[in-house]
């Protein structure tokens, strides 16, 4: 298992749709949602931790890129 951290940018036309849940029940993945802004009808950000295998990592990421989700890989530390 591996734990990886990433920064989630939401188009506005996305924000009201459940990829979290999509994440745990496609691709075996478990999120910490570290930090989140999410409005409707507004950009979202959310800092998440995934843990899970890495091939289903990569799975559940370009499953969100294919959405117009942009993902940003964070180092260990978030200030």
């Given at each position: ?11 506005p036309e996305e924000v009201e749709r459940p990829y979290i849940y999509q994440l ?56």
């Amino acid at each position: 298992m591996r734990t990886k951290r990433f920064v989630l940018t939401f188009p506005p036309e996305e924000v009201e749709r459940p990829y979290i849940y999509q994440l745990v029940k496609d691709y075996d993945l478990m999120p910490n949602i570290l930090r989140a802004t999410i409005s409707p009808q507004d950009v979202g950000h959310m800092v998440v931790e995934l843990n899970g295998k890495q091939g289903a990592i990569d799975e559940g990421l370009e499953f969100l890129r294919k959405q117009g989700i942009s993902i940003e890989a964070l180092g260990q530390d978030i200030r």
